[in-house]
């Protein structure tokens, strides 16, 4: 099931339009390029130019994807996983090692649910990755259409306003919506009102930074996914041990020889070794997720670089507001005063802007020492009760070496004993024998008289 983004929309698609890949030799007065195509005579000719609602134009540009949707793929993913994994997860009644990491070996209770949980994350940061992309794909081809063609003049002033917002408006259905046709037409649409350069400079330079902020924004999810996997692979493990330990404390309170105890042993390192499996599957889901949403992030900035490099080059050096330098007047006629300007409409912002960032680094740092806090709680509990079940399993290492030695003891001394009885028992023959041979004598000497 694809996103709704997948759907190939209205209208030419970017096979029929021709990228510049270089930059055109200057034409006319101005000298000036354009960065994207222009539609190709082949499909401008294809059918009737379709009808655009206005409506569409004025919609917000975001690369925003939809939980919910993601959210009901991911449960249909981690169905049919689970599904085709069931045949291969146990062999011979024997769980395979798969079958181990996916389904793992104790019960729900015991944290079975655990592997299930991150198979369902990690689905729904794919569904979310799969929609990203086509969003993105969109936003990509909308940088094929020629926004303010140079054919309908050199120089963007209040005369000519109305023929580029007619053609932005006349472009097809998959433009409305890109950050392209976004950033330009309110440009224009500002300078109609404000009827100056300089101000549709500010204002386009605040709308960068505002396109900027929805798509840092875009990726919180994301990052949310990257983060809570792996302490779903720790609580997993965390839940793993402390069943295991809890067993085999009880195995030690109710077992009173040593088939028992290694009984217990056996069932807190097989505990162990499926408590560690999570945290070994999240970490591996966890680095899967981190290198395609990475790439997204800078394809989707480079995007934006783009976008600004054709509004500073296209827009904003043609604005023609009747006043000293004309077009050139609309970012000072050079790159340096295009900079001045830019860093002046910043100014004002930075230092909000250094504020956020310090205040963000600050709850980082916070949350971090909460966490390294914890962690080290945990552990310090884990390597107590792991010392005191060292312990306990001395002491009754010591009892059970007692036991053997007093047992070897009764032994030398019953075999002592036997041995003793023994030469007794055979020093009480010989007397025997001995006065039955002097009463025989007897008897015969006085048989003889």
């Not at 259409?145 to 054919?151: A, G, I, S, T």
């Not at 295991?244 to 404390?249: C, K, L, N």
């Not at 105890?261 to 070994?280: E, N, R, V, Y």
């Amino acid at each position: 099931m694809l996103p709704p983004e997948a759907d190939e929309p209205d209208g030419p698609t970017a096979a029929t339009f021709d990228v510049a890949t270089k930059p055109a030799k200057p034409s006319g007065k101005g000298g000036r390029s354009t960065s994207v195509g222009l539609p190709s005579k082949a499909s401008t000719k294809k059918g009737a130019p379709q009808t655009v609602p206005e409506a569409a134009f004025a919609a917000a540009a975001d690369t925003n994807v939809s939980g919910l949707w993601a959210c009901l793929t991911a449960i249909t993913a981690t169905a049919v996983f689970y599904l085709l994994l069931w045949p291969i997860s146990s062999i011979g009644g024997k769980q395979t090692y798969i079958g181990r990491l996916f389904i793992g070996t104790s019960s729900y209770a015991a944290g079975g649910w655990v592997p299930i949980a991150e198979v369902f994350t990690f689905c729904w940061a794919g569904g979310m990755l799969v929609q990203k992309w086509f969003k993105i794909r969109r936003q990509q081809r909308g940088l094929l259409y020629d926004v303010l063609p140079q054919e309908l003049g050199e120089a963007i002033t209040l005369d000519n306003l109305d023929q580029f917002t007619s053609h932005i408006r006349s472009l097809p259905k998959e433009a409305a919506g890109s950050f392209l046709v976004t950033r330009c037409l309110p440009g224009l649409e500002h300078f109609r009102v404000r009827k100056s350069a300089s101000d549709t400079a500010t204002m386009l330079s605040s709308q960068s930074d505002i396109d900027a902020s929805s798509v840092d924004a875009s990726y919180t999810m994301f990052h949310v996914f990257i983060w809570a996997i792996p302490i779903l692979g720790f609580l997993g493990t965390v839940i793993g041990v402390s069943d295991a330990v809890a067993g085999f404390t009880g195995t030690l309170e109710s077992s009173s020889d040593i088939g028992g105890l290694k009984t217990g042993l056996k069932s807190i390192t097989s505990g162990l070794g499926t408590a560690f499996d999570t945290t070994f599957v999240a970490l591996s889901m966890a680095m899967l997720l981190t290198f395609p949403v990475s790439s997204l992030q800078k394809n989707e900035g480079d995007l934006l670089g783009h976008i600004d490099e054709y509004t500073n080059e296209n827009f904003l050096r043609r604005l023609d507001d009747g006043r000293d330098g004309g077009a050139e007047r609309g970012l000072g006629g050079s790159r340096s005063d295009v900079a001045r300007l830019i860093n002046a409409a910043l100014a004002p912002h930075q230092a909000q802007l250094d504020a956020w960032t310090k205040s963000v680094q600050a709850i980082g740092e916070d949350v971090a020492a909460q966490v390294k806090q914890d962690w080290e709680g945990v552990a310090a509990t884990f390597v107590e009760e792991h010392a005191r079940q060292a312990s306990r399993i001395h002491e009754i290492d010591g009892l059970v070496s007692a036991s053997r030695e007093g047992l070897l003891q009764t032994v030398a001394d019953v075999t002592a004993a036997r041995r003793e009885a023994s030469e007794t028992m055979h020093e009480a023959a010989s007397s025997v024998q001995t006065y039955a041979v002097s009463l025989k004598r007897s008897h015969s000497e006085a048989r003889g008289g």
